[in-house]
């Protein structure tokens, strides 16, 4: 069964980037899913913030497209997802998740905690 | 593109049934029955529950149920058990190939 495992830093400085990695075990990134961030702030709701295909193609939340950018590794059987001047606002646990074409998140990674500060 | 309307929280004793709701607009929930609901507990990450309205994953007991009418989504938890307490949310396909995601509701059995 497919698994997801986010990683990278976990702590980024204001006005820098965000930048995150999600490993696919068990299955091809090149299968027909949507693959998918979503972060949420420590005591709030999940936020969709944008998925990508393994042709490239890329779906972004309105109110962050200006600030990510989602990309794929084939050879590597990875998304990665950048997140471009940073504030406190973005600090947040961040999971990654597959969305079939059939339109649900499941599974999803464990989750990485990731704090703007100085 | 807000986020859709869940109650902050709901609360009922083991065996009773609670429903959640999940209000919408004519943009998202009213215009497709794409409607999913996640359960998490503390520290863990979202459980797929329903998806496409009313539909149940494999291995989802059946006492998680879903529904829909006009912009408003609902989950009901039957027999109510104290591993159903947890916050869940709903989401949505919102159009222009983006979703959506409620505000959470917290679930206390008494």
């Known amino acids: 069964q497919v698994q997801l495992q986010e990683s990278g830093p976990g702590l980024v400085k204001p006005s820098g980037t965000l930048s995150l990695t999600c490993a696919v075990s068990?299955?091809?990134?090149?299968?027909?899913?949507?693959w998918t961030w979503v972060r949420q702030p420590p005591g709030k709701g999940l936020e969709w913030i944008g998925e990508?295909?393994?042709?490239?193609?890329?779906n972004y939340n309105p109110s962050l497209k200006s600030r990510v950018t989602i990309s794929v590794d084939k050879s590597k059987n990875q998304f990665s997802l950048k997140l471009s001047s940073v504030t406190a606002a973005d600090t947040a646990v961040y999971y990654c998740?597959?969305?079939?074409?059939?339109?649900?998140?499941?599974?999803w990674g464990q989750g990485t905690l990731v704090t703007v500060s100085s | 593109q807000s986020a859709l309307t869940q109650p902050a929280s709901v609360s009922g004793s083991p065996g009773q049934s609670i429903t959640i709701s999940c209000t919408g607009t004519s943009s998202d929930v009213g215009s497709y029955n794409l409607v999913s609901w996640y359960q998490q507990h503390p520290g863990k990450a979202p459980k797929l529950m329903i998806y496409e309205v009313s539909k149940r994953p494999s291995g989802v007991s059946n006492r998680f149920s879903g529904s829909k009418s006009g912009n408003t989504a609902s989950l009901t938890i039957s027999g109510l058990q104290a591993e159903d307490e947890a916050d869940y949310y709903c989401?949505?396909?919102?159009?222009?190939?983006?979703?959506?995601f409620g505000t959470g509701t917290k679930v206390t059995v008494l």
């Open positions: 068990g299955g091809s990134i090149s299968s027909t899913n949507w």
């Open positions: 989401c949505s396909y919102a159009g222009f190939s983006t979703w959506v």
């Open positions: 998740a597959r969305r079939p074409v059939a339109n649900w998140f499941d599974p």
């Open positions: 990508i295909y393994h042709s490239g193609n890329t």
